[in-house]
């Protein structure tokens, strides 16, 4: 059993600081998501985990902490330049590359033997080598460290609340019930930890309901009020009896406590891909792609999901504990333009050091036209 695979690179300081100012950086404070929804947690969170998705590759891939330093500065500069999430992606494929052909000792990336070793190896350590992952809350998180991985149903209170809810058209559970959702995509991993469980997201955040006033980011930040607000504004869209509203109130505030309440990090199991499926031993390599994407290849194409999983015992799984939105995200002050004072549709005064009265501007008119008259009959 492995703990805390990023550890080493996590901790670093320079991480650190590097994640901060990406997360923190104003250009993404003015941004509306693809959906149209005014949401900055939504961008901060595809930024989050999109850069430590960039460490996940690293560790697996290239894992010799020699070259991660030079890795770091690529990416921090990658992620100065370029906000658009595809673009982002392509920029890690060609510094992984670049890393790894340091690694590796191949000079000219334009051979094709040169080409042929790189996606060998990546192909080796990420897919043959690589990981199954489950995304999970942290009381699910240490229950699997402590008993390993098991299936299990979902508690009655939670089948109680789907039932009325499922009354009126809401299935919370949908596709959900008894399974483990095992994926081999890190960031699609990240998200469903910080969703879990995936119901009480949907309670919180159902996009067939959003308007102005949900506040589609409340899950990810943990902001019981404003989460408590979207649940109000579902029930009341459904027209949900008076009754039921507070039954489902109060099992709304148990799941919180229980597995929100203390739960900021993202929570990672790994399980070999060998210990679940068999892997094909060799990558055939397709001629007519470019090495960038042929290498994106190997990241998406295998993005296959397991949902057959039993019991694995602990000894098998690997852990990942990383740093939530908490750690990095502060308050960015906008600052606040001084409202001009219109006191006559007529007459709309206004400058940089506050407001201007209209009877001010007169008084001045009429002291300034009486010293020309005194001098004028002087």
Same mark, same amino acid.
């Given at each position: &059993?492995?703990?805390?695979?990023?550890?080493?690179?996590?901790?670093?300081?320079?991480?650190?600081?590097? *994640?901060?100012?990406?997360?923190?950086?104003?250009?993404?404070?003015? +941004?509306?998501?693809?959906?149209?929804?005014?949401?900055?947690?939504?961008?901060?969170?595809?930024?989050?985990?999109?850069?430590?998705?960039?460490?996940?590759?690293?560790?697996?891939?290239?894992?010799?902490?020699?070259? %991660?330093?030079?890795?770091?500065?690529?990416?921090?500069?990658?992620?100065?330049?370029?906000? +658009?999430?595809?673009?982002?992606?392509?920029?890690?494929?060609? !510094?992984?590359?670049?890393?790894?052909?340091?690694?590796? &000792?191949?000079?000219?990336?334009?051979?094709?033997?040169?080409?042929?070793?790189?996606?060998?190896?990546?192909?080796?350590?990420?897919?043959?080598?690589?990981?199954?992952?489950?995304?999970?809350?942290?009381?699910?998180?240490?229950? !699997?460290?402590? /008993? $390993?991985?098991?299936?299990? $149903?979902? $508690?009655?209170?939670?089948?109680?609340?789907?039932? #009325? *809810?499922?009354?009126?058209?809401?299935?919370?559970?949908?596709?959900?019930?008894?399974?483990?959702?095992?994926?081999?995509?890190?960031?699609?991993?990240?998200?469903?930890?910080?969703?879990?469980?995936?119901?009480? %997201?949907? *309670?919180?955040?159902?996009?067939?309901?959003?308007?102005?006033?949900?506040?589609?980011?409340?899950?990810?930040?943990?902001?019981?009020?404003?989460?408590?607000? /979207?649940?109000?504004?579902?029930?009341?869209?459904? &027209?949900?009896?008076?009754?039921?509203?507070?039954?489902?109130?109060?099992?709304?505030?148990?799941?919180?406590?229980?597995?929100?309440?203390?739960?900021? /990090?993202?929570?990672?199991?790994?399980?070999?891909?060998?210990?679940? *499926?068999?892997?094909?031993?060799?990558?055939?390599?397709?001629?007519?792609?470019?090495?960038?994407?042929?290498?994106?290849?190997?990241?998406?194409?295998?993005?296959?999901?397991?949902?057959?999983?039993?019991?694995?015992?602990?000894?098998?799984?690997?852990?990942?504990?990383?740093?939530?939105?908490?750690?990095?995200?502060?308050? #960015? +002050?906008?600052?606040?333009?001084?409202?001009?004072?219109?006191?006559?549709?007529?007459?709309?005064?206004?400058? +940089?050091?506050?407001?201007?009265? #209209?009877?001010?501007?007169?008084?001045?008119?009429?002291?300034?036209?009486?010293?020309?008259?005194?001098? #004028? %009959?002087?």
């Amino acid at each position: &059993m492995v703990i805390d695979l990023l550890d080493s690179l996590i901790k670093n300081q320079k991480t650190f600081d590097i *994640l901060k100012e990406i997360f923190n950086n104003p250009k993404y404070y003015d +941004k509306k998501t693809e959906d149209n929804i005014n949401s900055i947690h939504l961008i901060q969170e595809r930024v989050l985990i999109l850069f430590l998705d960039s460490l996940y590759k690293y560790k697996i891939i290239i894992k010799d902490e020699k070259y %991660f330093q030079e890795y770091l500065l690529n990416v921090e500069a990658l992620f100065r330049k370029l906000d +658009k999430v595809e673009d982002i992606k392509i920029g890690i494929v060609k !510094i992984i590359i670049k890393s790894l052909s340091k690694q590796l &000792m191949i000079k000219n990336l334009t051979e094709e033997e040169g080409q042929k070793i790189i996606l060998n190896h990546i192909y080796d350590k990420f897919i043959k080598e690589g990981y199954y992952i489950y995304g999970v809350s942290k009381v699910e998180y240490l229950e !699997i460290k402590n /008993n $390993g991985l098991k299936r299990k $149903g979902e $508690g009655r209170d939670v089948f109680e609340l789907n039932s #009325i *809810l499922s009354k009126y058209g809401f299935n919370i559970l949908e596709d959900l019930e008894n399974k483990i959702s095992l994926t081999t995509n890190f960031s699609v991993a990240c998200s469903s930890s910080i969703n879990f469980p995936q119901y009480l %997201f949907n *309670l919180v955040c159902n996009n067939k309901l959003v308007n102005e006033k949900y506040d589609i980011g409340s899950y990810f930040t943990r902001d019981y009020r404003k989460s408590l607000n /979207n649940v109000k504004r579902t029930l009341n869209s459904l &027209m949900v009896s008076e009754d039921e509203k507070l039954r489902i109130i109060e099992i709304f505030n148990i799941l919180w406590d229980y597995y929100i309440h203390s739960s900021d /990090n993202i929570y990672l199991v790994l399980i070999k891909r060998k210990d679940i *499926l068999e892997v094909k031993e060799e990558y055939k390599i397709n001629k007519d792609l470019n090495l960038e994407d042929a290498v994106l290849n190997i990241f998406s194409a295998y993005d296959d999901y397991y949902e057959e999983t039993e019991e694995i015992d602990r000894k098998k799984l690997c852990f990942i504990e990383l740093p939530s939105y908490k750690e990095f995200a502060k308050r #960015i +002050k906008k600052k606040k333009r001084k409202k001009v004072e219109i006191v006559d549709d007529d007459f709309k005064f206004g400058n +940089k050091y506050g407001k201007v009265s #209209i009877l001010i501007i007169l008084g001045l008119l009429f002291t300034i036209l009486g010293v020309i008259l005194t001098i #004028i %009959f002087i």
